[in-house]
């Protein structure tokens, strides 16, 4: 039983850890939870077998596999996906979720940071497409969720990340290129734009803002603070979120749904 019975699904950036849990891994044991044999990609082996270690326990063994890749490096991606192909033989879903967060504006960022974020942000979503979209072609059926950020629509005045902002509205771009060029291959592609989700990265910028302040503990509080506050809920959202909105796009009940940009921000886009 199950909205994904049957399919394999290769999640990208499914370890991370700590409190909150990350979007990828939530995506994994979710996509799991719903009959997907899961194949459980970071760069973090120990990561990436954690969240397989959860599946086990929770849905049963053979379900999930851990495989350690780089996502921005072609070689390693390629051996991703047959690797996949040789234990599962298909690939019906990609969740492509790896990402890091950066700050600074154009003056601050160096061109090094710049190449940093786009390799990871940007370059691994275009190599994991090209090397499983051959696969959903000859499959005639496929569906690639991307995750993307609000943040490639919205730059609030304050703290600026521009390289992070630039490197999601190119996800945005190359998800819908894809979209229009692979729909009548039976192939959807879209994006889901997560507002602040309350996860590792989450805690690793307010921790990175906070380095700076002299009382470290009560910036990291007050940035958490402004962040839950930052949404009409009050609230912010949670690896979760990110998952459920992934599991309507991985699955046929939005099999008419293509190329859309899906905000899941609890409404941060209205103010
Ligand atoms: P996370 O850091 O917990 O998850 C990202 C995972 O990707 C990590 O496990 C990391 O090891 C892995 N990874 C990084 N580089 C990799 C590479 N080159 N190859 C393979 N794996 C790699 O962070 P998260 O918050 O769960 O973020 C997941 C996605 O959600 C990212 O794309 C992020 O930009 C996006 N997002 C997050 C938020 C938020 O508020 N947390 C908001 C909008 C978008």
Redo the contacts with the bound molecule.
Sequence with gaps: SGKLKDRVAIV??A??SGPGW???KCTAITFAREGAKVFC????RA?AEETVGLIEKEVGKDVAVAFE????HNASVKAMVDACMEKWGRIDILDN?????SQGGPVELSEDEWHRVFD??VK?FFLTAKHVLPIMEKQGKGAIVN?????SIRSPKGISYLAYNAS?GAVNSLTMAIASQYAEKGIRCNAIL????H????DFLAEQYAKSEKDHNQAYEKMIEIRDRASPTGKMGT?WD?ANAALFLASDQSSYVNGHLLVVDGGITLR
């Design positions: 990208v950036g370890g991370s990350g979007n990828g990609v970071d760069l973090k990561a890749a780089n996502a921005s979720n790896v990402g890091i967060g990871v942000n691994s995750v993307s950020s609000i943040a999601k997560p507002g602040l989700m996860t590792p990265m989450i690896g990110t």
